[in-house]
């Protein structure tokens, strides 16, 4: 077994299933992946709970919306005005190419969904990452903070490598299995905030029996 494989076994005996992404449609996981910009998730449920209140968890309705009353309505996510304007980047990029439709954004290739979604301004590769593997089920590795952590740490790549090195690593290695990366994203963000914190746990971490580098306390 590869060894990316095998932290994932370990991962997944320890946690079983993540049922990641939180979010009742493909709607909600866009927008819960744009307000989740430098927030915590309890701040980000608040902000669609208000969404939700308001009846506005449809992008035709949202997308009429003027982004100051947006804005207020997402308030509890931080960085409201700014979220606000990229979650109308996205529905303006929705509407001018797929005339609304999330069906037939759903149909474009992998490739050209994440090019299509790294162009509209203020979408990042984890966000765009996150929003092509947990909203449209298609298979690419989304890499954060935690992931650099546990493969630097496990010796699987050189310290302050970058997102597309550290997506490589995995898509390398990995069958392009859009469940196997939905789960296996999820288990390392549970792995890095139980264990593989900036200070690392390891006694007790599902990881410990492999090889690792407890001198990287600072990564
Ligand atoms: S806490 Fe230790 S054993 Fe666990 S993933 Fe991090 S470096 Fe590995």
Redesign the pocket.
């Known amino acids: 077994m590869n060894a990316l494989l095998k932290i994932y076994e370990l991962l997944y005996k320890r946690y079983g299933s993540q049922y990641w992404w939180p979010g009742e449609s493909c709607f909600e996981i866009i927008l819960g992946a744009i307000l989740t910009q430098n927030t915590n998730w309890q701040n980000v449920e608040k902000a669609i709970a208000n969404l939700k209140a308001a009846n506005l968890m449809d992008q035709h309705r949202l997308y009429g919306l003027l982004p100051e009353q947006l804005a207020e309505l997402i308030r509890p996510a931080g960085y409201y005005n700014m979220k606000a304007v990229r979650i109308k980047n996205f529905l303006n990029w929705l509407f001018e190419t797929h005339d609304g439709s999330l069906e037939s954004a759903g149909q474009m290739d992998t490739h050209s969904l994440r090019a299509a979604l790294l162009g509209i301004k203020g979408i990042g590769p984890e966000t765009a990452d996150s929003i092509t593997l947990y909203a449209f089920n298609k298979p690419v590795f989304v890499v954060d903070t935690y992931t650099a ?2 493969m630097t ?2 010796r699987h790549i050189e310290p302050g490598a970058g997102y597309e090195a550290l997506q490589e690593l995995f898509t390398s290695a990995l069958p392009a299995d859009y469940k196997l990366f939905n789960e296996y994203h999820a288990l390392l963000v549970r ?1 890095g905030k139980d ?2 914190r900036k200070t ?3 006694p007790g ?4 029996e ?1 090889p ?1 580098d ?1 001198d990287m306390q600072d990564y």
């Open positions: 952590r546990v740490r496990h792995v264990f593989c690392a746990r390891c971490c599902p990881l410990e492999l690792h407890t």
